[in-house]
């Protein structure tokens, strides 16, 4: 066959291809099916092994609401899928993982350590993605404030101790908004400061239960204490007794030693974190030294390659990173939900509020550089410069780039109460179709099924996902179990991901509908997160009313690009 032809024949197949692919993603998505499995939860207590994999797990084989991930990859038996990149916005990544390595992305386009921005995108050595949060030099921003902290502040600034009858009919609006934000900084202030108080208390209580664990074992010279070998016990003083009636206590509400030291582990890191917590910190200005103008997105070109940030110190980013697409099967850890990704690193979130220039930017270089699906898992309350953050979600709109955001842990009406980013400017219109919110579930299928910190929302949760007790990566090659919806967000970023694999041709759009309308639904009423015990429809949470699982949704894009039902 000459040049001349495989040209025209290449370019005959490409626009029938093109033309191919663009009917299909114009094929509305179907609404789903509205029935629902009337299965008894399960009230057999799950094995740590269990536990670990549960969001995988099916409902129908296993009485546990997991996204049926095995059932998923059988489905897929026979498929090809093509790599999808998973842009993972958030704190830093440990790219050097067991789990990791294999599937974190490399930027084909550039030459690691020659310090050189060989693929002339802005930013240099990128090679596993950005650091918004770092510098030339190679400081690191870890810590910040609130964004509550930063407006306060800045109308300290402003207005100094200028009284009210001073204030300009122009400026009246604003100084009453900082006198109110004001006044919730120091209520919120003082409520931290308590909290230090009580971590404080609960450790010595800790400490004192096990230095009685310890009396009492010496008294009766046993390595393990039983309830039944405490009460036969004949203390020589009053005080050795009131020892052992708290450890026999401490046993009877089925607290070991064992476990009140890994609670005191939990303790101690949530006390020094609370410490070192820069938050409501006015005078705490750490961002300043990355030598950007804050407050012009167009000064973009700022920020380092080193997207693992501190180890010691940045979990989350690595535990989302695990959820999506840690290696399957490989003999460790953990499986993620799906195979043909590279995760690609965005740091943007430091220890505390992230910045509405970071986020932006931090969407606009995922979109650059390949990624298709973007997780969001994190949020704050108040968002000055959201319009940048809009404009980028609207840019990756026009790349058919999806971003699965995490709906929030305050258990409130996210249809009431703003949390950002969001995809809506007045909590009802969208400003693009490309943005799904995603609100916590745990494994029990009755009414304790959402989570209780979980935000919700008729209008601004699109659907729900497991988010509790997730067991996933942890730096320095660990796993841990976490919970929030930080951890729901990823679940879905790793079935859209599968989707897009195997199907590619479909939009954005598209695969947003198809988790949400393909998910299970849920008909029965459930305890209102946020509450002691008020009931509502499950249906009341979310738009779709339903939870996100991967065999359904991998079924529907099928149906829409092959034509099978």
Not at 196 to 207: N, V
Request: charged content about 25%.
């Amino acid at each position: 066959m000459s040049g001349f032809k495989i040209m025209v024949y290449s370019a005959l197949v490409g626009i029938l291809l093109t033309s191919c692919s663009a009917a299909i993603n114009t094929i509305p998505v179907p609404n789903g099916v509205n029935n629902t499995l009337n299965i008894p939860a399960k009230k057999e207590k799950l094995t740590e092994t269990e536990l670990q994999v549960w969001s995988h797990m099916d409902l129908q084989t296993d009485s546990i609401p997991g996204m049926s991930i095995l059932k998923a990859y059988q489905f897929l038996e026979g498929k090809k899928g093509v790599s999808v990149i998973v842009a993972i916005a958030d704190s830093g990544i440990d790219v050097e993982h067991e789990d990791l390595t294999e599937v974190v992305w490399i930027n084909p386009l550039e030459i690691a350590g020659n310090n050189k921005d060989d693929d002339k995108n802005g930013y240099i050595d990128d090679v596993h993605g950005w650091n918004f949060l770092g510098n030339k030099a190679g400081v690191m921003v870890r810590a910040d404030q609130l964004e509550l902290t930063r407006i306060v502040k800045q109308g300290m600034d402003q207005f100094g101790s200028t009284k009210a009858s001073e204030i300009s009919d122009l400026d009246k609006a604003a100084f009453e908004t900082y006198v109110k934000l004001k006044e919730k900084h120091s209520k919120s202030l003082n409520a931290h400061k308590l909290k230090i108080e009580d971590l404080e208390k609960t450790a010595k209580r800790i400490a004192q239960i096990l230095q009685n664990f310890k009396e009492v074992k010496a008294f009766l010279g046993k390595v393990e204490l039983t309830v039944e070998n405490l009460k036969s016990a004949r203390p020589e003083s009053v005080l050795l007794a009131m020892k052992i009636a708290d450890v026999v206590n401490m046993l009877t509400n089925g607290l070991s030693e064992v476990e009140v030291l890994d609670y005191k582990k939990q303790i101690t890191k949530e006390k020094t974190a609370n410490e070192a917590s820069k938050a409501y910190d006015l005078d705490f200005n750490a961002r300043a030294s990355l030598g950007d103008s804050l407050y012009n997105i167009a000064d973009a070109f700022y920020g380092n390659n080193n997207v693992i940030g501190a180890k010691d110190f940045e979990s989350h980013g690595t535990h989302v990173a695990g959820i999506v697409a840690a290696s399957r099967d490989n003999g460790k850890g953990v499986n993620g939900v799906a195979n043909h990704v590279k995760i690609m690193a965005v740091r943007v979130v430091p220890d505390g509020d992230e910045h509405d220039k970071d986020v932006a930017l931090g969407i606009r270089y995922a979109v650059d550089n390949g990624a298709k699906v973007i997780n969001t898992s994190f949020g704050k309350a108040y968002s000055p410069n959201k319009k940048w953050v809009y404009d980028a979600i609207i840019y990756a709109a026009k790349k058919e780039v999806l971003i699965v955001n995490a709906a929030g842990n305050d258990g409130k009406d996210i249809d009431v109460e703003e949390t950002f980013p969001n995809d809506s400017s007045d909590l009802i219109h969208e400003i693009a179709d490309n943005v799904l919110t995603v609100g916590a579930m745990s494994l029990h299928y009755d009414e304790q099924l959402p989570a209780t910190f979980s935000n919700y929302g008729k209008i601004n949760v699109d659907v729900f996902a497991p988010g509790v007790g997730i067991y996933a990566s942890y730096p320095n090659d660990a796993y841990e179990s976490i919970s929030g919806t930080s951890m729901a967000a990823p679940s879905v970023s790793g079935v859209a991901a599968l989707v897009r694999s195997y199907y590619p041709m479909l939009s954005a759009s598209q695969v947003k509908h198809i988790l949400m309308n393909s998910g299970m639904k849920i008909n029965f009423d459930v305890i209102k997160p946020g509450t002691e015990a008020e009931r509502v429809p499950f249906s009341e949470l979310s738009v779709s009313g339903r939870v996100v699982n991967a065999y359904n949704a991998l079924k529907m894009a099928d149906r829409i690009v092959n034509g099978k039902k």
